[in-house]
């Protein structure tokens, strides 16, 4: 594990330099498209990149059991998750330059469908991103009675007396938890409540809980009347729940970000138009509506999951953070607006599994800021949430019309995936170049949903079926 | 990686074997309420067990880079995630006897909570469980210049002939891609349909899509109107979405289950009385239902995640996965009925990261029979889950009662967390066994919903507050 | 149509004196319960009571063409909705008394099961009710050229002085525009906004979207961006649109009441236990929630759909405000506890059609305060609505067994109608009650959801076939 | 009331005839557009069209209120809702030609934003639409001791054996209620099915009901295993429930339909450009996504709710009605492609009010034929809310542009509404063709969502402040 003092000489302690850092930099995704003669060049940035200053080691050594002891009850060994990269530029209200985001994921193509969506990105200027709003509800429910004094509890907790009470009580026993907002209301004999915190780095679902609970306890005295009995509720707060509400009042970092694509680089890049891209994104909307999924993105819940597993942070928030909107239309002048809204992203950069040594190594690959650093891990992640959209929606769209072409045309149907694999040949240099980043792997033939390997191989398809699977 | 060899030896051929084998097992959860003096049968109980037969050591050891090419692009090194492990006896269709579940996870305390619960089941005689049908989407759209013409295509797609015929092509690109039914509709010049496959022991999903896109292909020139163009969607298809309407029709493996726990039994075990968590669960609905959650369970979302990860399927896939219905209630005597029904969990054995040595480790420690091995898994996750919920909701209730009592009665209040530490006290005789069993890892003091290690101990407080998160 | 004069005769000015005033009445539910031979005491009755002092002569008379000029265009004449009438009793925050509420539908059997609820209601003491807030939204949409610029804009929205200025601006167009809340985000280059109004006494929705429009007109110079475009927007205000997010934030009026009703009046009104719908009011959420439906109510729409055509309100207003929550449980000892929250109860006593001669001698009929009608109304609306609930779950539970019972015991199973029409014969004196205090109608013989007449008749029955519907 | 005999002379036999008669008429809408001085040719129009010849009367006399015995309890009178019809051309796979659709409502405007959209269809030919299906469902749920006696069950009813039990029991007796589709699952110890009936004419919810009750007594002892308990349900039927669901499987009538209009056409008559239009509905998605609506139309609601009170259906069922998808987007050549799509449109020709006298005659100025009336009412009622959707976009589009330009040109900005009464000036003609058609009606001065007379006037706007509303 690196030390944090390595770590701290690794993070430019000013912007400035950092951005000049940044500046100087080949992008990942850029040097998979060069061609493999540049193969040298690429060393070179290699070598003067973030990747390279980081000590990876984390990620490829043998794990001491010892060290997860207080993450995890009746311990039996570790599985290991194999993490691939993407480098995506973010201009954002607290990130800026370009990022490496670590995706830990055994999906075959998900790496490279948001690889290819990040090169778009980088190409066209990289995401413009702010984050509106962070904070994190409980939601302590109280039972009386009768309506009547649950009416007059609930005009207490409307004091701004108690407001100031509860947020004085709960800073004294977490000083993250920073009430922001209270809301309340009755229903029946009961009294429901969310208490909005602002919890610093950390995502704070347990800090709120328990400042909630403590804070509560203390103050509950001072009611003019007291509830025969009170919980705290799960449903409320929508912890770990994918509940439509969260576009309403958000939970976690609001986040919201977009970039504007010339319609000439989307067909370079993507082999898709503009128009056809923002005419997909319409008409999913109508799908969407039909299943009523909760938000309205393409393969969201696929990249922050893989962020989530990597960084140490909770798998099973990808419920509530995958819940957004993604947005594909044309400007006045026939570009590319993608815009990409994620209002309960449910990420820190400390807490949980963000210490443990291979899981630090991809937070500190990523380099965030020191301060802000969640508002600033926030806006990566909603870049490489976009970078997924695109690729997963150029891969959608080119697929058939490719295949079809390519049918008549050639004796390569083979290489053709549902999801888009058409994309594959541009991707060899890529591949040539990751290999060459990476040392020791050989990035899939695929770049699709999310495909069992060898499934596409024509002349190994019907071998395959045994094998088929996802 | 143990030999497939080693493996099969592994697996008792005939079901009866299998169950006398089980039934000489003395459980990992009830040995957890043993007293420490009960080591030594303990000890026995593990080298009886399965955990003592299957080839642990890919959960061990180093990983080579090599082994994930195929999983992964632009591979820069592994994370490792640590495993808990829980049993619980499942009777079900398809799966019968006492399985160990690994939960790869980073969350203090999930384990801890799940295995609560499944202590309870266990003594309670196990969770009688169903597969009622299992299933994935895949969803084309078709476009036309008009109504008239979508109607017409609507019409042929209705035809038994045209189901017939994509079957039959479906079938010979993919083996498993089996047809069994066919929605479609229209909304002005498009026309939508469903397709639903049974896809053997794979997850499906590229299975269907692939097999749909080359069927329509094949059997598309015998439409009486060529769309203008078609595309494969994913929002109707639901991938990897929180669709409220998965309660509908399902999606995955639709897999329910209960279990009947004696009131006495719930006290003993989980120091709650059933009335009060048949109480909680129903004012919990009322709660979910103004959020608005897809599906109202507590932490199904974690304990799915847990598995996913542990397994080598997709992460993602909990979005879709932990929509469901988590029901306690009272039967006519006053003991506990809980039940969970999963409607669409997109789980298999095969595909994915499944084969990945360490992952393949975790899914040969459940020891899932050869025979719908996928059935069988399905029925075993409803189990972990079902544990899940009971612990949490216990939790979530006996909190601040214990708490208040304790803050009267001793100076030890700082071990009472908010989502349910109280618990901790009775697990230390587990917490020695999983020490024994596991021979390398303390587990955590905490047995709460998502907490940072160090946040309870009230001595610690005041310093912890710079470190506590999540 | 009766002169102001002669209606502010009628209300009695000092709440005391109203109070008593009703206090001296047997209700309209009551009388229905009596035996025929009490018809003298109830005639006295009807005399005394607020029916007879309104001039009904609006409600059956021929209408003059010219009187709806303002309300419609392209006249072609009315069609004549019969009303039906039920009494309830209210403790609320707003209204006191017992009053007399106008049913205007031609759904047989509708008015049967909200008065079979409100007489239990009644002989309980009356729903006890508090009004929380009520606000209507307007939602303005402002586009622009970059999502820099519309953070920019976003931050302006949020200045105190904003608000302020908005505020000023919205009251001098609209004195009743009164600017209570302001909600705003980004989405991308969009910034999206609710803006809470508090509009009196009137629904409200065109006032706020007249003064938003307005005001933001005024202030939109000093922005220091402008927008491109700005559109209001009706999706985000939920105008007529049966939101889910109706539950989080409310819209209209928000009210909750609660009766708590002995478990022996239960069983003797209803014919079926307290437990037994306790029972049903759980289960039906698990149904609901498969259905995903929006809020949780049984047939609010009715009752809601009822009242809004009786009093000259927009019936389409029925889809935001049947979103509620109904609740059955049991209190500890076993009596029945019902709550009923309406969140979104988009009423008012002044605008839209209230001032037609039917409509406006349906809402004389009710008899609301002067101060605060709007409130109060909400509280008589919820009562009934709770009334209806109550009626309508004792019928669905009954039928059955009742049937059952009488298909072995007698000859009558004929008068057993699916949703419960075995309460008809309890309701014959009712029926005759009503006969006398309308003097012109014979009520159906049918309590039932939605029957056609004559479905119910056994003997009827074959040749009722090609008649029945609905 | 007309009698049966007059009715059946007034429909035209065949359907060449019928198409030659509606083909000589001139349509109202257009007529609207007509300059004043072409009063006398549209006076000759009116009296060769269907609303000529059907007996208007009872939506002119006195009501008898014996009239109304068998659609309700308590009756007291009745309330008077006006009525305007608008006229809308409907090339359907059930209705063909020109219909005039009578709308009771009290809402200012409505009818007027509904014409302006009927007139652009009718210009652009009219609506193609097509009914996809019709079904209602019932919902009995089975409890049972286990989870093991639920599966047997389950098994049961998924037997073709009683499938065709339950069909020929339930035909046996209600004649109308066609099993068509039989739905079941298991969650823990019940058994929940959906049974879809064809009800022919009939809106059906009843029917389907009652013989689900009945049917289902008939065959419960052929179960191999009996529940403990059975009941009805609402909320997985989804009766009078704004479910989202509703968009999976549908309920009542399926219909779809779409129109094309020239650019140029939508210019003349809405003053507002196609590509404006498109791009409105395109954002409209996003916001009806954050608040999570049912569905996603604009004012689908209103018109709905006004035809269901016009023609005696139960204004209820506006909930489930309404629920649907409204789609306007470019073609290739860049004119407006409206598509409106309503899964579960409530509607019936027969059953509840509908033979009442007023209630009567609003269904016969339709003009339905005789054979399949109920899926040709549901494409004229998807014509008129089509119309509607189009008349509220533009008018909401519209408003603030011109009323900018207004408040520099003129001094009548005060005719300027928020919802769009812009048009008003243009609507002038149409206003006094109103006038003459109707004999007695001056239709509103507003075209507006839902405003209050006189609320525009400038000059008398602070005078109004008391009076305005809703």
Redesign the interface.
Same mark, same amino acid.
């Given at each position: 594990m690196p030390s944090s003092k390595f770590i701290n000489k690794l993070r430019p302690k000013k912007k400035k330099d950092k951005d000049k850092h940044r500046g100087s930099m080949t992008s @990942?995704a850029e040097t998979q498209t060069q061609t493999p003669s540049e193969v040298e060049t690429r060393k070179e940035y290699i070598e003067a990149s973030i990747?390279s200053k980081v000590n990876?080691d984390?990620?490829?050594?043998?794990?001491d059991? *010892?060290?997860?002891?207080?993450?995890?009850?009746?311990?039996?060994?570790?599985?290991?998750?194999?993490?691939?990269?993407?480098q995506v530029q973010v201009n954002g209200?607290h990130a800026n330059g370009k990022y490496t985001v670590?995706l830990?994921?055994?999906?075959?193509?998900?790496?490279?469908t948001c690889?290819r969506g990040c090169q778009l990105i980088n190409m066209c200027g990289g995401v413009?991103?702010?984050v509106?709003k962070k904070q994190v509800q409980s939601?302590p429910?109280f039972h009386f009675e009768?309506?009547?004094l649950a009416?007059k509890f609930?005009e207490w907790l409307g004091l701004p007396a108690t407001f100031e009470s509860v947020k004085t009580n709960a800073i004294a026993?977490?000083?993250?938890a920073v009430l922001v907002k209270l809301e309340h209301?009755?229903?029946?004999?009961?009294v429901?409540s969310r208490w909005y915190f602002d919890?610093g780095?950390?995502?704070?679902?347990?800090?709120s809980? &328990?400042a909630?609970?403590e804070a509560m306890?203390s103050i509950l005295k001072e009611a003019p009347v007291q509830p025969s009995s009170?919980? @705290?509720?799960?449903?409320?707060a929508?912890? #770990?729940? %994918?509940? /439509?509400?969260l576009?309403?009042?958000g939970r976690g970092v609001?986040v919201?970000?977009?970039v504007?694509c010339p319609k000439e680089k989307v067909e370079e890049i993507l082999h898709v138009s503009a128009e056809k891209l923002a005419s997909?994104s319409?008409?999913? #909307?109508?799908?969407?509506?039909?299943? +009523?999924?909760?938000?309205?993105t &393409?393969?969201s819940?696929?990249v922050?999951?893989?962020i989530?597993? =990597?960084s140490? @942070?909770? =798998? =099973?928030a990808?419920?509530e953070s995958?819940?957004g909107?993604s947005?594909m239309?044309l400007t006045k002048n026939g570009d590319l607006?993608v815009?990409? /809204?994620l209002?309960s992203l449910m990420i820190?950069t400390?807490?949980?599994? /963000?210490k @443990?040594?291979?899981?630090q %190594?991809?937070l500190q690959?990523i380099d965030l800021p020191e301060e802000k650093s969640r508002e600033a891990f926030a806006e990566v992640v909603l870049a490489a949430v976009l970078g997924g959209e695109i690729g !997963?929606c150029a891969a !959608?769209?080119s697929? +058939?019309f490719v295949?079809?072409k390519k049918r008549t045309e050639s004796e390569t149907p083979s290489t053709s995936?549902? *999801?888009g694999n058409s994309v594959i040949e541009e991707d060899k240099a890529g591949?040539a170049a990751?290999e060459k980043?990476?040392g020791? =792997?050989?990035?899939?033939e695929q770049?699709?949903?999310?495909?069992?390997?060898?499934?596409v191989k024509e002349e190994t398809?019907k071998e395959n079926?045994?094998?088929?699977?996802?």
């Open positions: @990942l990747l990876l984390a990620l490829n050594e043998k794990d059991s *010892n060290t997860f002891k207080s993450n995890i009850e009746n311990y039996i060994g570790t599985v290991k998750v194999p993490v691939g990269a993407v209200s670590p830990a994921t055994t999906e075959t193509s998900l790496v490279g690889n413009e991103s702010v509106i939601a429910i009768s309506i009547r009416v609930n026993v977490v000083e993250e209301s009755v229903h029946g004999n009961c429901y919890t780095e950390a995502v704070g679902q347990n800090i809980t &328990y909630t609970k306890e009170w919980d @705290l509720d799960v449903g409320l929508r912890n #770990r729940q %994918a509940a /439509t509400s576009m309403i009042d609001y919201t970000g977009e504007v997909f319409r008409e999913s #909307r109508t799908w969407q509506l039909i299943s +009523h999924t909760a938000g309205s &393409y393969q819940a696929r922050i999951a893989a989530l597993v =990597a140490g @942070l909770d =798998a =099973a990808v419920v995958h819940v909107i947005d239309k607006r815009i990409v /809204t209002p820190g400390t807490g949980g599994g /963000t @443990l040594p291979s899981q %190594a991809c690959i !997963m !959608m769209i697929h +058939h295949n079809k995936l549902p *999801n591949e990751a980043l990476n020791d =792997a050989t990035p899939s770049v699709n949903g999310d495909s069992a390997p060898g499934e398809k079926k045994k094998d088929q699977s996802n």
